[in-house]
Nanobody
Framework: QVQLVESGGGLVQPGGSLRLSCASS????????IGWFRQAPGKGREAVSC????????YYADFVKGRFAISRDNARNTAYLQMNSLKPEDTAVYYC???????????????WGQGTQVTVSS
């Protein structure tokens, strides 16, 4: 059974940092592109950052460039999203996804986790 489980969300003050983790089971992450998405209340889901399996190339949405960093540890079947300089507008449920790259961003949409809440507030 393919499963993705996110962790690391929480409440943080503006300017703070969080690191999200995405642990996979039932399949090897090494064979899949990994993506982080987010959905804020009343808004659609949007791609945040993705990393390929082939050459490790990355995609970052403009609104997180220079603040967030995606990485993967294939030996641990885990992906990460390091989030720095967080802003209130980063508040959302963050999801990880895995699968084949799709579209211009090359982000996947085959398998999804249940999401983890990130709230940025003073």
């Amino acid at each position: 059974q393919v499963q993705l489980v996110e962790s690391g969300g929480g409440l943080v003050q503006p300017g703070g940092s969080l690191r999200l983790s995405c642990a996979s089971s039932g399949f090897g992450l090494v064979y899949h592109t990994i993506g982080w998405f987010r959905q804020a209340p009343g808004k659609g889901r949007e791609a945040v950052s993705c990393i390929s399996t082939s050459d490790g190339s990355t995609y970052y949405a403009d609104f997180v460039k220079g603040r967030f960093a995606i990485s993967r540890d294939n030996a641990r079947n885990t992906a990460y999203l390091q989030m720095n300089s967080l802003k209130p507008e980063d508040t959302a449920v963050y999801y990880c996804a895995a699968g084949l790259p799709v579209g211009g961003s090359g982000c996947p949409d085959d398998y999804w986790g249940q999401g983890t809440q990130v709230t940025v507030s003073s």
